[in-house]
């Protein structure tokens, strides 16, 4: 078995594809709608294996109540600088023992976390 698709619940669909494809820099691999009603829109995020959807018609989820998915980065630091410069809400980083960790939510309130490599400092420069 294999993780393919997690749904985020969102309000306004356009602007929830501008935030994970514009800011975020998600890939925009589809945006259809199959019914009247349900638009579907998938994302995966550069690298991943796993995408995210996003649409109308989809779940009962209260859109801002998912938390805690993890997108594992392998430069934090570089990423965080780059998704500021797009305007992505990120926080400082957090060294907790060594790992790097980082947190953005979307406009509607779903909160990510982003975990940095631990072989990469807060500064970005390579441990041994």
Known sequence: MRLEVVQVPITDVDAAKAFYADVMGFVVDHDVEHIPGMRVVQLTPPGSAASIVIGTGMTAMAPGSLEGLQLVIPDLPAARRELVQ????????????????AYVADPDGNRWVLQGDPAVDVHGTHQL
Request: a negative charge; zero cysteines; proline letters at 6%.
């Open 86 to 101: 797009r305007g992505a809400p990120v926080s400082d980083i957090q060294d907790m023992g060594g790992m790097l960790f």
